[in-house]
């Protein structure tokens, strides 16, 4: 029973490990930015890499302003990400840019 369990266990931690967020060297340019950073230190410690130019623009900033609290940025670190999202992520499919930053 006990080597049952642990194989269950062990094959659960696997299957949690594929489903994990982007690695970072699938994100487009600016590899070594500060946003780059945050993006991948703030946004994927709880949830996966979603397509930002998938949204409208008031659907990206009630996000961003929604995740932004959630993940505790700082007004200089919200300004980064917004930048680092708008210059990489918004514009590939030809959405406006984020407004966000000021």
Known sequence: MFVR??????????LAGCAGPAPAKDLPAAQ???GQKLYV????????????????QADWEMWMTKMSKKAK???EQEA???RYID????????TNSVSRVK
Request: with cysteine; hydrophobic share 35%.
């Open 87 to 94: 210059q990489n992520l918004r514009r590939s499919n030809g």
């Open 73 to 75: 940025l700082k007004p």
């Open 41 to 56: 230190a703030k946004c994927a410690k709880c949830h996966k890499f979603y397509e930002p130019a998938k949204y409208s």
């Open 80 to 82: 980064e990400l917004s």
């Open 5 to 14: 369990i642990t194989l269950s266990t062990l094959i659960g931690f696997a």
């Open 32 to 34: 070594n930015s500060v």
